[in-house]
Antibody
Framework: QVQLQESGPGLVKPSQTLSLTCTVS??????????WSWIRQPPGKGLEWIGY???????YYNPSLKSRLTISLDTSKRQFSLKLSSVTAADTAVYYC???????????WGQGTLVTVSA | DIQMTQSPSSVSASVGDRVTITCRAS??????LAWYQQKPGKAPKLLIY???TLQSGVPSRFSGSGSGTDFTLTISSLQPEDFATYYC?????????FGQGTKVEVK
């Protein structure tokens, strides 16, 4: 059974960089069938797709976040990571990592981690 | 970006009711649409992809239909565990976007 688990600080100061890691277990992170994605959800609001990284290292970012965003992959550790720079209160959200498949939907999700941006 | 609009925003229903949720895309997305269920404090769960394909393990009371710009999620006989918020997601073009959600509440 595929499992994803987010980890990282729950509190980040404004203007700093938000960093999260997703550890994948129970399946291959190196398969060409999957797009390893980050998705976020502000408290009480809807879902926003942030971006993905492919096993080859290629990425696609949401243009609304592209200038501040880096997603990377470490296949040896079975992890992929998110870095979002220059954060503001608007970046406060539950951040999910998820496995995207070739039909461009997300079949496995992490439990989510709340990141609060506050001084 | 493609805008996804769900209606209604909320629906009150009873166990055994038939519930229908609509999702409209701002442009043609063919059948590249997925539906998710989210319960409070939990991650979304994939129910349906490519508009009408049921994800493995999802009960058959859930069904999806539509193509182009108009899509529907139907729960044929609402069960207690189905009270949740439902989201559609377009999978046709980047950036992938979600609808604003439809909350299915107890009547």
């Amino acid at each position: 059974q595929v499992q994803l688990q987010e980890s990282g600080p729950g509190l980040v100061k404004p203007s700093q960089t938000l960093s999260l890691t997703c550890t994948v277990s129970g399946g291959s992170i190196s398969s060409g069938d999957y797009y390893w994605s980050w998705i976020r959800q502000p408290p009480g609001k809807g879902l926003e797709w942030i971006g993905y990284i492919y096993y080859s290292g290629s990425t696609y970012y949401n243009p609304s976040l592209k200038s501040r965003l880096t997603i990377s992959l470490d296949t040896s550790k079975r992890q992929f990571s998110l870095k979002l720079s220059s954060v503001t209160a608007a970046d406060t959200a539950v951040y999910y990592c998820a496995r995207g498949v070739t039909t461009a939907n997300f079949d496995y999700w992490g439990q989510g981690t709340l990141v609060t941006v506050s001084a | 970006d493609i805008q996804m609009t769900q209606s209604p925003s909320s629906v009150s229903a009873s166990v055994g009711d038939r519930v229908t949720i609509t999702c409209r895309a701002s442009q043609d997305i063919s059948r590249w649409l997925a539906w998710y269920q989210q319960k409070p404090g939990k991650a979304p769960k994939l129910l349906i992809y490519t508009a009408s394909t049921l994800q493995s393990g999802v009960p058959s009371r859930f069904s999806g239909s539509g193509s182009g710009t108009d899509f529907t999620l139907t729960i044929s006989s609402l069960q207690p565990e189905d009270f949740a918020t439902y989201y559609c997601q377009e999978a046709n073009s980047f950036p992938w976007t979600f609808g604003q959600g439809t909350k299915v509440e107890v009547k």
